[in-house]
């Protein structure tokens, strides 16, 4: 009598009863009454999966997903080539704003450059002019004769104790380091300021020393003078005739002037310029002079 105090589903109660029932033919109707819920049970239970239909759900799953993957690959796609795109264009428009930029500095530094060579030109100093001297062979000689070279030209003494035998060497070092070219498209000319001591056979033997085409020109003390002051050069006056002291010493300026092929002075060479320097500069004197009048003729 345990199973009557047990509480029983409503289908396992059916159950029973149908068993019960079994056992008394009588109670068919009463057996046939409490089947039919079990069979309803029976037949609303679910059914095995079906092979079948689970493949083709794997199979649409699979499909989904490859979709998927397409989809995401041709929006990374179209992503990188729009990356690409945007890439080249600014590369581009940097490029073309570089170019512009360099462009206009070139063209600036092209006009402040004329812009100080017409100041240069402006501010050229008048220096230089006609003269009449003598030169170490006792010819006499003008500014004319040596027209169409340049002339390097360097006032001084013979007597000299120190700076003018350095800066002659210095002239000779600067023309010997010249392009070959160029070495005889410049005529050097040392020029005495101390006519007094530095007669035609003086000058001769001076001049020897430093290099074999340097001129050397001197004159009598007017002609001395009026040379210097058309170059602006400054020089102490000799001692007077009747002073027997013969051991004094000249003061003068220091420069070396490179005057063109007409005459005109081009540039002033210091002492503290040194014989590279000057070789770099006096080439681009040239090649600047031959670039606007042509090739010099020697």
């Known amino acids: 009598m345990m199973l009557s105090r047990l509480s029983l589903s409503p ?14 033919p009588s109670s068919c109707a009463a057996t046939a009454a409490a089947a039919q819920p079990l069979r309803r049970l029976l037949s609303t239970s679910p059914s095995s999966p079906d092979p079948n239909q689970a493949n083709k759900h794997k199979h649409q799953d ?35 704003a570089l170019y512009v930029y360099f462009d206009i500095e070139k063209e600036k530094a092209a006009r402040q450059r004329a812009q100080r060579e017409a100041d240069q030109a402006v501010g050229k100093p008048k220096l230089g002019g006609p ?20 002339m390097l030209v360097y006032f001084g003494f013979t007597n000299c104790p120190d700076v003018c035998p350095e800066e002659l060497e210095k002239m000779a070092a600067a023309l ?6 160029d070495q005889s498209k410049v005529q050097p000319i040392f020029i005495s300021v101390d006519p007094k001591r530095d ?100």
């Open 176 to 181: 010997d380091s010249l392009p070959p070219a």
């Open 62 to 96: 699979h499909q989904q997903t490859q979709k998927q993957v397409r989809d995401l690959r041709s929006q990374s796609g179209g992503h990188f080539q729009t990356l690409a795109y945007r890439s080249l264009g600014l590369m581009l428009v940097t490029g073309a």
């Open 199 to 298: 007669d035609v056979a003086a000058v001769r033997e001076y001049v020897r020393e430093f290099h074999p085409r340097l001129h050397g020109l001197t004159g009598t003390y007017p002609m001395v003078k009026a040379t210097a002051k058309a170059y602006r050069v400054y020089f102490s006056s000799p001692p007077p005739e009747e002073d027997v002291d013969e051991d004094y010493i000249v003061d003068h300026s220091i420069f070396m002037y490179l005057m063109d092929p007409r005459g005109e002075f081009v540039d002033a060479y210091g002492k503290n310029l040194s014989a590279e320097q000057m070789v770099e500069k006096t080439r681009r004197h040239i090649e600047k002079w031959e670039a606007a009048n042509g090739k010099i003729r020697v």
């Open 131 to 150: 003269f009449t001297l003598l030169n170490q062979d006792g010819e006499t000689v003008t500014d004319a004769t040596y027209r169409g070279k340049f």
């Open 11 to 24: 289908t396992l109660a059916a159950s029973a009863r149908a068993a019960s029932l079994a056992h008394h």
